[in-house]
């Protein structure tokens, strides 16, 4: 059984701990197996490429490392600050996630 995790892909973070910190970016993926996720722009590395079909120079390429669940926190849609998540169920019957700040769902 996978874990739960407050983070989706396609959310805006805001990284709160390590070199980074203080930054913001959108979720490109989350590895559940290692409790980390990838976010756009954020803890950048640089990666030593041999000449390949992608890039036929090789060289070195900046890409983004895995940053750990712990270290970040959602964005309230309202205030654009970092927030804890909820869950609530809404009108439907449905269970969402809201923001712990402002009580705003979380789409």
Request: no cysteine.
């Amino acid at each position: 059984m996978q874990k739960k995790l407050h983070i989706k892909k396609g959310d805006t973070v805001v990284v709160i701990a390590g070199n980074s910190k203080g930054q913001k970016g959108r979720v490109l993926e989350v590895i559940r197996k290692t409790d980390r996720a990838i976010v756009e722009g954020v803890n950048m590395m640089k990666k030593h490429t041999k000449p390949n079909a992608e890039a036929p120079q090789g060289g070195i390429i900046e890409r983004e490392a895995p940053v750990h669940i712990s270290n970040l926190m959602l964005v309230d849609p309202k205030t654009g600050e970092a927030t804890r998540v909820g869950k609530k169920l809404n009108d439907d019957g449905k269970l969402v996630r809201i923001s712990k700040k402002t009580g705003e769902e979380i789409k």
